[in-house]
């Protein structure tokens, strides 16, 4: 994906987002938490982005997000190299796409609150790549979340209900070729969600 992938994201984040302590990156129960503006996946000149990761940042920032998280391709960002434009406003999360491939699809999961470089994982089918990545997110006690499942139409909901250990994915990414509204007769990923919750999965 060449272009800077702009999926904003309002993620319903603890209140304690901006604090100074150490941050525990799980979605709160709604009545308990806060919801902050962010965008849970920007590529830079760092994997396939257009913009050097410092631009970028500066532009999240300028334009009134309160959270960022680089996720470069297989690249791990270290937001400390921008320090100096974090500050009580504004964070950077540190976190990565996971870029696998399985059965010639397409495998990407984002690791969220990374504590450095988690490399890709792959199996011989769909669900098994996804599941490995998910849980080598998991293990370094990053939050996983599954990157537009229907580029080309790589992630079925069969696979999102079988997941196991996930709690997100994109419903909406800003790529042009991520078919978000679904197509032939493939469903949206709004629908998708519908589906996964209709039969009782919560994600
Ligand atoms: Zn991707």
Do not use: C
């Amino acid at each position: 994906m060449r272009t800077i992938t702009i999926a904003a994201v309002a993620a319903l984040l603890g209140a304690d987002l901006l604090a100074a302590q150490p941050l525990r990156f799980e979605p709160r129960p709604v009545a308990e938490g806060r919801w902050w503006k962010g965008n849970t996946h920007a590529h830079t000149l760092e994997s396939d982005g257009d913009s050097p990761p410092e631009t970028v940042v500066a532009w999240y920032k300028a334009h009134g997000y309160a959270w960022l998280v680089l996720s470069d391709h297989n690249v791990f960002t270290d937001p400390v190299r921008f320090r100096t434009l974090q500050d009580s406003a504004f964070l950077l999360i540190p976190g990565e796409e996971l870029t696998s491939a399985a059965e010639g699809k397409a495998i990407h999961v984002n690791g969220l609150n990374l504590p450095g470089l988690v490399r890709p994982e792959s199996a011989s089918t769909i669900l098994e790549t996804v599941q490995r990545n998910v849980d080598a997110v998991r293990r370094v006690e990053g939050v996983p979340h599954v990157n537009h499942p229907n580029f080309l139409w790589s992630i079925g909901p069969e696979v999102l209900a079988r997941l196991e250990r996930d709690k997100l994915f994109e419903l909406y990414n800003g790529h042009p070729i991520v078919h978000n509204e679904g197509g032939g007769d493939r469903p949206s990923m709004e629908a998708v969600w519908d589906t996964l919750l209709a039969r009782g999965k919560r994600m």
